[in-house]
């Protein structure tokens, strides 16, 4: 073989050195067992997951939009339901359109089905990333530790549009990543898939538009010479490549104004949509080390520091192991990682610190924990994954008792996660790590349960109790009850039973349904009659205040409602 020969076959091997495995592997096997067992495991736990605070208004405005097409753009009711024409609707018109296939299944159980799903996709595509990138281990490891990462499991349920954010931004990003490999001149397949899930998440959520800078990243990093020794030729490159991205643009507008009319209006509106959530000022509170702030004027880190207390250790050690192993030279050499690898494992690193990065620098408005950046949780999985799979193989070119042991230690700290979340079901997305003590470290100091996902459980043992003690329900029981909530009203009206009755008038109230999140519970004294608890910590209280107590100044207060 001449030496030209022998130069164009080295290259050609490193630049498909981490193409992944087109084999079927035992891990592969492994990674679909995985998804099948969470799928069951959502459709035989999706009704112990209540309504969440917004999800009514969400599926009302998902109503509005179909009338808005079904009345030939006329009905304008779509543009002036409170701020919701500044999301898209995409989620929430998939919802309404299975109720409507499916009446005999309640709309919001649809909604959870849904959104679970949804999250295990999101599971799927953060697998389908890892193996990638580092192959059918790493697939794995990924889908294993963002199954046990309780923010994600907890959330998949009814958090209805940070969790198919987060899932489609997921997806995305390993299309992209396919098509930087044959850039300037990607595969169709892979610019459409990209353009099709960017498309998804631009129909849920204006953060979307980061993957249309994400696909101009991950091009500026597959030039394949550095971008000064040939300047003409690297503005070739990229000008071929976003040439080539142009469909995918195309689509994703296309899906975006299809679920979000208020964005086709004017090709501006999604910019205004960024800067009015960057100006939102609604009286909304939230807690931060003991501290409750406004929404607005929450500490700079906040968010970051919600992430560092809530995602498992494991998965934070591995992702800080990756990225420094493709920051340091020497580390990458050692682990035999290709210039390839290096080059995506740092595209996902960004996906995951970017947003983090303008949070603190632009000091945005905050609530509600870490729940609006749920779309970085499955980048740190990616790379955690990669990271651990690494380890392991590094000890097992050493001996395989090593090897061994890297395995069963990975198996362990995943596990030791996975009974924390078993311990906390169905209320995983409250977990805390060890930084903070766990959940009752945290208890006082951060936010719990803010979408009252408590509610449901909380009406059951009310009504057990009234059953036992008042025998309320059986014939001849005509008593009614009025119960105050710490929480939404319809999320209540859709699970009591009819003797029990929401009541605005806290003050009126004959009992008192409350998480403890932020106190709430303290807004009414009475005698706690229900006690939802999990490692030890009161999660959520039920208060008869039919007993002689003392009212506070504000009877019909709300303060803590998200």
């Given at each position: 073989?001449?030496?030209?020969?022998?130069?164009?076959?080295?290259?050609?091997?490193?630049?498909?050195?981490?193409?992944?495995?087109?084999?079927?592997?035992p891990y592969d096997v492994a990674t679909v067992l995985v998804l099948a067992a969470l799928a069951v495991l959502a459709l035989l736990t999706f009704r112990q997951?209540?309504?969440?605070?917004?999800?009514?208004?969400?599926?009302?405005?998902?109503?509005?939009?179909?009338?808005?097409?079904?009345?030939?753009?006329?009905?304008?009711?779509?543009?002036?339901?409170?701020?919701?024409?500044?999301?898209?609707?995409?989620?929430?018109?998939?919802?309404?359109?299975?109720?409507?296939?499916?009446?005999?299944?309640?709309?919001?159980?649809?909604?959870?089905?849904?959104?679970?799903?949804?999250?295990?996709?999101?599971?799927?595509?953060?697998?389908?990333?890892?193996?990638?990138?580092?192959?059918?281990?790493?697939?794995?490891?990924?889908?294993?530790?963002?199954?046990?990462?309780?923010?994600?499991?907890?959330?998949?349920?009814?958090?209805?549009?940070?969790?198919?954010?987060?899932?489609?931004?997921?997806?995305?990003?390993?299309?992209?990543?396919?098509?930087?490999?044959?850039?300037?001149?990607?595969?169709?397949?892979?610019?459409?898939?990209?353009?099709?899930?960017?498309?998804?998440?631009?129909?849920?959520?204006?953060?979307?538009?980061?993957?249309?800078?994400?696909?101009?990243?991950?091009?500026?990093?597959?030039?394949?010479?550095?971008?000064?020794?040939?300047?003409?030729?690297?503005?070739?490159?990229?000008?071929r490549s976003m040439l080539r991205f142009l469909p995918a643009f195309a689509l994703a507008y296309v899906m975006m104004i299809a679920a979000w009319p208020w964005?086709?209006?004017?090709?501006?509106?999604?910019?205004?949509?960024?800067?009015?959530?960057?100006?939102?000022?609604?009286?909304?509170?939230?807690?931060?080390?003991?501290?409750?702030?406004?929404?607005?004027?929450?500490?700079?880190?906040?968010?970051?520091?919600?992430?560092?207390?809530?995602?498992?250790?494991?998965?934070?050690?591995?992702?800080?192991?990756?990225?420094?192993?493709?920051?340091?030279?020497?580390?990458?050499?050692?682990?035999?990682?290709?210039?390839?690898?290096?080059?995506?494992?740092?595209?996902?690193?960004?996906?995951?610190?970017?947003?983090?990065?303008?949070?603190?620098?632009?000091?945005?408005?905050?609530f509600t924990g870490m729940r609006h950046f749920f779309f970085v949780l499955p980048p740190v999985a990616v790379l955690a994954a990669v990271g651990l799979d690494?380890?392991?193989?590094?000890?097992?070119?050493?001996?395989?008792?090593?090897?061994?042991?890297?395995?069963?230690?990975?198996?362990?700290?995943?596990?030791?996660?996975?009974?924390?979340?078993?311990?906390?079901?169905?209320?995983?997305?409250?977990?805390?790590?060890?930084?903070?003590?766990?959940?009752?470290?945290?208890?006082?100091?951060?936010?719990?349960?803010?979408?009252?996902?408590?509610?449901?459980?909380?009406?059951?043992?009310?009504?057990?109790?009234?059953?036992?003690?008042?025998?309320?329900?059986?014939?001849?029981?005509?008593?009614?009850?009025?119960?105050?909530?710490?929480?939404?009203?319809?999320?209540?009206?859709?699970?009591?039973?009819?003797?029990?009755?929401?009541?605005?008038?806290?003050?009126?109230?004959?009992?008192?349904?409350?998480?403890?999140?932020?106190?709430?519970?303290?807004?009414?004294?009475?005698?706690?009659?229900?006690?939802?608890?999990?490692?030890?910590?009161?999660?959520?209280?039920?208060?008869?205040?039919?007993?002689?107590?003392?009212?506070?100044?504000?009877?019909?207060?709300?303060?803590?409602?998200?």
């Open positions: 073989m001449t030496n030209l020969g022998q130069d164009k076959l080295n290259a050609a091997r490193l630049v498909h050195a981490d193409a992944p495995s087109r084999a079927f592997t997951y209540s309504i969440s605070n917004d999800e009514w208004v969400q599926h009302q405005y998902g109503a509005l939009i179909l009338a808005y097409y079904k009345s030939g753009l006329t009905d304008g009711a779509v543009f002036h339901f409170d701020n919701l024409y500044l999301y898209g609707g995409l989620f929430d018109i998939c919802a309404v359109l299975l109720s409507h296939a499916f009446p005999a299944i309640d709309a919001y159980d649809l909604r959870h089905i849904l959104c679970a799903f949804i999250g295990i996709g999101g599971i799927a595509a953060t697998a389908a990333t890892a193996r990638l990138i580092a192959g059918p281990r790493a697939g794995l490891i990924a889908a294993v530790a963002l199954a046990i990462c309780g923010s994600w499991y907890g959330g998949m349920f009814n958090h209805t549009k940070d969790i198919p954010l987060a899932a489609t931004m997921m997806a995305s990003c390993y299309f992209l990543i396919r098509a930087s490999r044959d850039l300037p001149s990607p595969r169709w397949r892979d610019v459409l898939g990209f353009g099709f899930f960017a498309g998804c998440a631009l129909g849920i959520k204006v953060l979307g538009l980061l993957l249309i800078g994400y696909a101009g990243i991950i091009t500026l990093l597959s030039i394949p010479q550095p971008v000064f020794v040939d300047l003409r030729a690297s503005s070739v490159f990229v000008f964005a086709g209006l004017s090709p501006l509106n999604p910019i205004r949509a960024i800067f009015s959530f960057a100006d939102f000022h609604y009286n909304i509170h939230t807690i931060f080390e003991g501290t409750i702030y406004d929404m607005a004027h929450v500490p700079a880190l906040y968010v970051p520091v919600y992430l560092l207390i809530k995602l498992p250790l494991v998965n934070m050690l591995a992702a800080a192991f990756t990225i420094a192993a493709t920051l340091i030279p020497f580390m990458a050499r050692g682990l035999g990682w290709s210039s390839r690898r290096r080059i995506e494992v740092g595209f996902v690193a960004f996906t995951m610190a970017y947003p983090l990065a303008c949070q603190v620098i632009g000091h945005g408005p905050a690494a380890t392991i193989h590094w000890f097992g070119q050493r001996s395989r008792a090593l090897a061994i042991a890297a395995v069963a230690s990975v198996a362990v700290a995943l596990g030791v996660n996975a009974d924390t979340l078993y311990r906390l079901h169905p209320y995983e997305y409250l977990v805390y790590n060890d930084l903070v003590g766990g959940l009752p470290g945290a208890t006082d100091r951060y936010v719990t349960d803010y979408w009252v996902n408590s509610m449901n459980p909380a009406i059951d043992q009310l009504q057990n109790y009234l059953e036992r003690t008042e025998g309320a329900g059986v014939p001849g029981h005509h008593k009614l009850y009025k119960v105050a909530v710490c929480g939404e009203r319809y999320a209540f009206i859709n699970h009591a039973k009819p003797y029990l009755v929401w009541w605005k008038n806290w003050a009126e109230a004959d009992f008192f349904i409350s998480p403890t999140h932020m106190h709430c519970e303290r807004e009414r004294e009475g005698k706690v009659v229900v006690s939802i608890k999990r490692l030890g910590v009161p999660i959520a209280v039920v208060k008869d205040l039919r007993q002689p107590r003392k009212v506070p100044a504000v009877a019909t207060a709300e303060p803590f409602l998200h």
